[in-house]
């Protein structure tokens, strides 16, 4: 379901590294990423995806979320769902399809007008 509607989100791709990381990334395959799966990580699928400041606040505290392991312990604003105690999975693709944005926000203005993103 997480590939699927990663998959929906215009202008996206999907590369799986580190080990079997399902990574999603906005601008093609070399572009930034935007969402992360880890599959393995336990019972319920792992999620991390990138936040607003606010967001990041807010959410880092919720049951089910994190800071996001390596990336919020270096100052990014990236959060964890690894569980749904507080976010379900329509919020959650919410959280998803803005992570996208923002994420496109900081691909070159040439690339985000050739993709229709600026």
């Known amino acids: 379901t997480f590939n ?6 215009a202008h996206t791709a999907h590369v799986v590294q580190w080990g079997g990381v399902h990574v999603w990334k906005v601008g093609g395959p070399k572009g930034k990423m935007f969402a992360l799966a880890f599959p393995e990580l336990q019972k319920q699928l792992a999620v991390t995806f ?12 919720q049951p ?4 996001a ?6 100052g990014m604003t990236w959060i964890q769902r690894v569980s749904n105690d507080t976010m379900d999975d329509d919020a959650l693709q919410d959280y998803l399809a803005e992570s996208r944005r923002l994420c496109a926000l900081s691909l070159p203005t040439a690339v985000q007008q050739k993709l229709g993103l600026a």
């Open 4 to 9: 699927d509607y990663c998959g929906s989100l």
């Open 69 to 74: 392991p390596y990336l919020a312990s270096r």
């Open 50 to 61: 990138k936040v607003s400041a606010t967001s990041y606040d807010i959410l880092k505290e």
């Open 64 to 67: 089910g979320l994190r800071p």
